[in-house]
């Protein structure tokens, strides 16, 4: 969705009805003020990096985080239209700390290495519109095999694990084509607040998502839920006919409340869709 037209709108609604928390998260990352998500139980120790992943289009910058020691399974992430910056670095860290080998992309190499927001989460989306639309379903499964390979090739990936991906805003999508892309690796797929997951055309990613054999779980902001009624019915009825396993609901917050930068961030569902999440991957990428 992303939709700029509405998404001043859709905030004031939301913190009126006390739906949004943490309004001034964005502004402090501008201000360099560290970022704190809830801490990870048990959490392991963790090795990060940037690194450069040739692609057949050039180069993608990236960061990698995975346990410090031993072998765990692949987690690829996409970020939203805001791309790759401190919020997502802590989102894969955090997910690091639970046991996960996991890598962020800069989905928008091809024009920027990171940051591509300059204002972060501020940056007005018609400024970025551009940088997407240099990407199509062509760019997300050469992505999406390049990326994964390069996974399977790191001594902190446990190859005979299956591969999990998660994609926000404009990621959901991508992260469906991943899916269809590596059928054979992906094991479980996650969209958040995604856009365009559903489309009136045969390459819609929501097709090729269910010719896998992945599990799913499809988080769906109440305003795009209000926008597009019939597309969490449409998930439903998709997946049933294929035999996946899909967890589809739709969450009383505004589009974009997973990132803790994000504008409309709403906490305790944020800590909500996060559960399902690692309860997703623990079934899944066995």
Known sequence: MCDQNHFEDDRLDFEARGLVTRQQFGA?????????????????????ADVTIKTPDGEADCYFVHPSSGKAPAVLIWPDIFGLRPAFRQMGRRLAESGYSVLVVNQFYRTKKAPTAPAGTATP????RPMTQTLNETTHFTDAK??????????????????????YCMGGPIAFRTAAAVPG????????????LVRDTPDSPHLQ???TKAQFLVAI???????????????????????LNAEIEVYAAAHGWCPPDSRVYNEQLAEKAWSRLLALYSKALV
Do not use: C, Y
């Open 28 to 48: 402090l990352l501008g201000a360099g003020v560290a970022m704190m998500l809830p801490a990870v139980a048990n959490a392991a120790a963790v090795a990060e």
């Open 125 to 128: 989306i018609q400024d970025l």
């Open 146 to 167: 390049a990326f994964i390979a390069w996974l399977d090739a790191q001594p902190s990936v446990a190859t005979n694990k299956k591969v999990g991906t998660q994609g």
């Open 185 to 196: 690796r992906v094991g479980a797929v996650a969209s958040f607040h995604g856009g365009g």
């Open 209 to 211: 998502a269910a010719k």
């Open 221 to 243: 902001a109440a305003n795009d839920d209000e926008r597009a009624p019939t597309e969490k019915d449409v998930l439903k009825k998709t997946f049933a006919e294929a035999n």
